[in-house]
């Protein structure tokens, strides 16, 4: 399954990298790039984390691919480093307790590069590593009437390219989003169909 919006490419992480994720927003972007990887989803964090990912409230085909893993101390990173070395392995989400040293995040790196896994590490604002190959900021955003599934993503870090900022509409059970274009945007009426 990939994500199913043409021009999403800036969304979908680099493959072989691990990137960070930040903000109230962080574990919609990580189901999300679960949904977007191919393969098993290794989702390791803390022994003691009060938060549980609920399997019948995953987006569809997730919950069949995922694979929880919780540790603690030097456990939870040596566990993100093996899963990323795992070659059959699509996506590492790792929840991390403490900001990531330059020297351990290279190792998360370099097992990336040798797995051919991509990892995405979720962080608390401020807390990321010089040695991400990407770093975003995820929100909720507040959207018209009922509508509670608006998300603003922005790429604050990027060592291979441009920044920016994307505010979509997904409604957390497909790959399928819709990109919402700012008020205002739009310089006069739209040309007419050809």
Do not use: Y
Not at 5 to 27: I, M, W, Y
Not at 30 to 41: E, K, M, R
Not at 78 to 106: D, F, K, M, N
């Amino acid at each position: 399954m990939r994500c199913e919006r043409a021009g999403s490419g800036a969304l979908q992480l680099a493959p072989t990298r691990v990137h960070e994720a930040e903000g109230f927003g962080r574990h919609a972007f990580a189901l999300f790039q679960s949904v977007c990887h191919d393969g098993p989803v290794v989702w390791v964090g803390p022994a003691h984390a009060p938060e549980r990912l609920l399997l019948a409230g995953l987006p569809q085909g997730v919950g069949e691919r995922l694979h929880i893993v919780r540790a603690g101390g030097v456990d939870l990173l040596w566990a993100v480093e093996e899963a990323l070395r795992a070659a059959p392995v699509g996506l590492v989400v790792a929840e991390l307790e403490t900001a990531l040293s330059l020297t351990a995040g290279r190792r998360l790196q370099l097992a990336a590069e040798a797995g051919g896994t991509t990892g995405l590490v979720l962080i608390r604002q401020g807390a990321g590593s010089n040695a991400a190959q990407t770093r975003w900021h995820c929100a909720p955003r507040p959207g018209a009437g009922a509508d509670s599934t608006l998300h603003q993503w922005s790429l604050i870090k990027n060592k291979r390219g441009t920044l920016g900022d994307w505010t979509l509409h997904w409604d957390g059970t497909s790959a399928a989003f819709h990109l919402v274009a700012e008020t205002g945007e739009r310089r006069g009426p739209a040309p007419p169909p050809l």
